[in-house]
């Protein structure tokens, strides 16, 4: 049974950082491709940054391109999502979300291509 479990959420004020990581458990991580999503109150589920299964590719939705970064340790077993420049529609919990189909290959934004959710952890970004 393949666990996610992520952690690093948090408040922070508008402009700040954030790094988010995503434990995997039960299978290696290498096996999958990583994504990193985001639902705001209301609002529907979105896609934030996928990355290929060494980490050789990495894709970004455009609200956050160019603040955040997703990377990959397959040898601790974690994703990470770096977050900088927050503001305050960056407000969501976020979640992470493993793939093990065309998504280890290349990275997919798209939520259907993932088969692994974890729980999810809050970010708050204050004005």
């Known amino acids: 049974q393949v666990q996610l479990v992520e952690s690093g959420g948090g408040l922070v004020q508008a402009g700040g950082s954030l790094k988010l990581s995503c434990a995997v458990s039960?299978?290696?991580?290498?096996?999958?491709?990583m994504g990193w999503f985001r639902q705001a109150p209301g609002k529907e589920r979105e896609s934030v940054a996928a990355?290929?299964?060494?980490?050789?590719?990495?894709s970004y939705a455009d609200s956050v391109k160019g603040r955040f970064t997703i990377s990959r340790d397959n040898a601790k077993n974690t994703v990470y999502l770096q977050m900088n420049s927050l503001k305050p529609e960056d407000t969501a919990v976020y979640y992470c979300?493993?793939?093990?189909?065309?998504?280890?290959?290349?990275?997919?934004?798209?939520?259907?291509?993932?088969?692994?959710w974890g729980q999810g952890t809050q970010v708050t970004v204050t004005v």
């Open positions: 979300a493993a793939g093990t189909g065309d998504g280890m290959w290349r990275p997919i934004l798209s939520a259907v291509e993932y088969d692994y």
């Open positions: 039960g299978r290696t991580l290498s096996s999958y491709g």
């Open positions: 990355i290929n299964w060494n980490g050789g590719r990495t």
